[in-house]
């Protein structure tokens, strides 16, 4: 069970605290047992905060007579698979191209957690899903909008893939080093560069890499080429940046790795898939800052 409020909160941190320590987002592990139990229903209120855990929530006083603890385990493993596969399609039916999936694509998975059951409990459960499957004494289910079971769907998805990605965001953010520019950029680099980074984060790395084009071009415009004396190619104001020592050292480089990337990520996206990996794409970002930081010094 996970309490909140302060004495429960300060029981809980010690006794998760060593295995906590494998994580580097100590939240994310904690967040994601708290959501799991939230998405089962296992909570209430408790005073001021909230219970969570087993025998919690509007599953606690249910009838058992179909139930053990090894068949509610599995379920509760049901319920999650058919929410998880309704929240799924809703988030695919918006926000992407691709066919969402059916309700066939579960039977495989219902087959295994079915044969979990024991003997009498898959006998008895047949016994009671067959008048209902045959549409005889079904219980009229509680009348709920359809926006709102829309919404509770996709808040399920997004939170989930939210805390998936929390710990691999917190371990990408510090693994960076402060940036120390002696010359702000404008504000147009200052949000492209923000942009890059959450696209980074999250793991978007045709978007980071897209991004980091962006920003190469926006500051080689701002101090490479501010009057427009080039066509404003992106390698023409390289080369003018080169040529007035703006980039020195490896930094040139790094801006044509830049540029690569981006215009390989925009133009032909399964090759950029292909060839950058995760760790490719950190250099790509990693050589931003770096020409960022020799554009942006002070003057010497």
């Known amino acids: 069970m996970i309490r909140t409020g302060l004495s429960a909160a300060c029981d809980l941190f010690v006794s998760r605290r060593a295995e906590l320590t494998d994580h580097l987002s100590k939240r994310a592990q904690l967040l ?17 905060g909230w219970s969570f855990g087993p025998d919690r929530g509007v599953f606690r006083g249910q009838t058992k007579s179909l139930r053990t603890n090894q068949d509610e385990a599995v379920f509760q493993k049901m319920r999650r698979l058919v929410y998880d596969h309704v929240a799924r399609t809703a988030a695919i039916q918006r926000t992407s191209l691709s066919s969402p999936p059916t309700v066939d694509s579960l039977a ?27 549409r005889q004494d079904a219980p009229i289910p509680e009348a709920v909008p359809a926006a709102e079971d829309q919404l509770d769907a996709l808040d399920r ?19 960076l080093d402060r940036m120390g520019l002696g010359i702000v950029p404008n504000q147009k680099v200052q949000v492209l560069f923000d942009e890059a980074h959450r696209c980074y984060l999250y793991g978007f790395h045709s978007a980071c890499a ?15 080429d501010p009057r427009s004396e080039t066509n404003q190619s ?11 020592r703006l980039l020195t050292d490896v930094r040139p480089r790094c801006a044509r790795e ?16 292909r060839d950058y990996s995760a760790e490719k794409v950190e250099e790509i970002l990693l050589n931003t800052r770096k020409v960022l930081e020799e554009l942006y010094r002070l003057p010497s």
Do not use: W
């Open 157 to 175: 998805y997004y939170s989930e893939e939210i805390l998936e990605k929390l710990d691999g965001m917190v371990s990408r953010a510090a693994a």
């Open 210 to 224: 897209v991004f980091c084009r962006a920003i190469l071009e926006g500051a080689l415009k701002e101090v490479a």
């Open 234 to 244: 992106i390698h023409d104001m390289i080369a003018v940046a080169v040529e007035k």
């Open 108 to 134: 495989d998975e219902f087959k295994k957690l079915m044969d979990e059951l024991r003997p009498e409990t898959r006998e008895a459960l047949g016994q009671e899903l067959g008048p209902i499957a045959a």
């Open 32 to 48: 994601t047992e708290i959501l799991r139990n939230f998405n089962d229903g296992n909570y209430e209120r408790a005073g001021e």
């Open 258 to 273: 830049v540029a690569k990337a981006g215009n390989r990520a925009i133009h032909d996206p399964e090759m950029f898939e």
